[in-house]
């Protein structure tokens, strides 16, 4: 059954995934757009720390992970966002709904493997500078739309019961386009400039998990990644079109480099397998080069990512036949992030709390996740923007065995 739920699965979050609009900050005009993959719905309810090695839960923000999976793992998840765009005169509200993941992972003996497809990153803003009561008086549309996607592949591997390594590969694909409309009130004409940039790379990751008895039942969890620097190729082409003028300006396509700095994440707590945990996680990032040449600007630059974060999880009673609930996963967090965008020397920040839940599926080890994640990115000074956001989160995580050694009798 679960092959089926996969396949179509596939099908259909393969569409969906290159047509909608995972964002609404204006911030995505810069660069490759919003960040958008922060883990799964499990990792992200604890404000990112992944550093257990789960036997039915996907981690993907570390390969090795993968070589703790004990039944084939089937994941998809989506959230529902809200937001309040303000700066220092008035606000705007903002809404999304869209497709955060697909992942499959399989058990093979010490080897795991896992793949999938995520949206890495989302373009979706629309800006309106509306001054039609001035004769003579310039106004301007923007409107982007499209982001990255990636899909990978990759192993883990135990080297020990309480030791995993693991790698895989990532490939990057998407396309951006920026539209840009300006009229002059009193002139019958207006003048749109469509860019669209068509982006393509690959990048390395690599990490390793370890985990070792400390006090009882009491374990101690460490995890460390690396992400190798990598490039994303960009071929970009200019439209120049003129109200009731059939005929556009279409430029020679242009050719750019982007840089994406390597990622270092280390992670460490403690708790007691299957009844609580408390960790922190830690990512610093070489600031990026996302200069194109529609989108860059003397106001702004790229510095070092950097992230902290705290987390964790309980369960009452993991064993519990006679109370559902006490069985229920329960989790929370919070982060600070630099995200790695200085807008008129404003570092852009993203400050937030996480809380989630995790329902197990009665006679299986199949469960369904929720979460909410609140908090705010950016400013009011320095002319900027401050999003308050709100975003309700689902996942569904499906377990079985795929390889069962068949018996005759």
């Known amino acids: 059954m679960i092959k089926k739920i996969i396949i179509s699965a596939c099908l259909l979050i393969s569409f969906v995934s290159f047509a909608q609009q995972g964002t609404a900050s204006p911030y995505s005009f810069y660069g490759i757009g919003d960040a958008r993959f922060k883990g799964t719905l499990e990792n992200r309810?604890?404000?990112?720390?992944?550093?257990?090695?789960?036997?039915?839960?996907?981690?993907?923000?570390?390969?090795?992970?993968?070589?703790?999976?004990?039944?084939?793992?089937?994941?998809?998840?989506?959230?529902?966002?809200?937001?309040?765009?303000?700066?220092?005169?008035?606000?705007?509200?903002?809404?999304?709904?869209?497709?955060?993941y697909l992942l499959v992972g399989i058990p093979m003996g010490k080897l795991g493997a896992a793949f999938g497809l995520v949206p890495l990153t989302s373009v979706g803003y629309k800006i309106l500078n509306d001054n039609t009561d001035t004769e003579g008086a310039t106004n301007s549309q923007f409107q982007g739309k499209g982001g990255v996607n990636k899909v990978f592949i990759g192993l883990g591997y135990k080297i020990k019961p309480n030791w995993n390594i693991g790698a895989d590969m990532q490939?990057?694909?998407?396309?951006?386009?920026?539209?840009?409309?300006?009229?002059?009130?009193?002139?019958?004409?207006?003048?749109?400039?469509?860019?669209?940039?068509?982006?393509?790379?690959?990048?390395?990751?690599?990490?390793?998990?370890?985990?070792?008895?400390?006090?009882?039942?009491?374990?101690?969890?460490?995890?460390?990644?690396y992400t190798f620097a990598s490039t994303l190729n960009a071929d970009n082409t200019r439209v120049i079109s003129v109200t009731d003028d059939p005929d556009?300006?279409?430029?020679?396509?242009?050719?750019?480099?982007?840089?994406?700095?390597?990622?270092?994440?280390?992670?460490?707590?403690?708790?007691?397998?299957?009844?609580?945990?408390?960790?922190?996680?830690l990512a610093f990032q070489g600031a990026g080069q996302f200069q194109n040449y529609y989108n860059s600007s003397d106001d702004v630059r790229y510095e070092k990512y950097t992230k902290y974060a705290l987390g964790g999880y309980y369960i009452p009673n993991y064993t519990s036949f006679t109370n559902y609930f006490s069985r229920v996963t329960y989790r929370a967090g919070l982060k600070y992030e630099k995200i790695g965008l200085v807008i008129n020397n404003q570092s852009i920040n993203d400050v937030g709390m996480t809380l989630g839940a995790g329902f197990p599926i009665t006679g299986s080890f199949s469960n369904v996740n929720v979460g909410i994640e609140f908090g705010k990115r950016g400013t009011t000074s320095a002319g900027l923007i401050q999003e308050n956001y709100l975003n309700f989160s689902a996942s569904f995580s499906f377990n079985d065995k795929w390889f069962r050694q068949r018996k005759i009798e």
Do not use: C
């Open 248 to 281: 556009p300006i279409t430029s020679d396509p242009v050719s750019a480099k982007l840089k994406m700095g390597n990622k270092v994440t280390i992670g460490g707590g403690v708790g007691i397998p299957r009844k609580w945990l408390v960790g922190t996680t």
């Open 45 to 100: 309810s604890m404000a990112g720390v992944s550093i257990e090695q789960d036997s039915i839960h996907l981690n993907v923000d570390n390969p090795s992970s993968y070589a703790s999976l004990r039944q084939t793992t089937f994941t998809v998840g989506g959230s529902f966002g809200t937001s309040t765009l303000k700066n220092s005169d008035h606000s705007e509200k903002a809404q999304r709904a869209t497709f955060d």
């Open 171 to 225: 490939y990057n694909f998407g396309s951006i386009t920026t539209t840009s409309l300006e009229a002059i009130t009193g002139v019958s004409n207006a003048t749109t400039e469509t860019n669209k940039s068509e982006l393509s790379g690959v990048n390395f990751n690599i990490g390793t998990m370890y985990q070792t008895k400390i006090y009882k039942k009491m374990m101690l969890f460490t995890s460390l990644n």
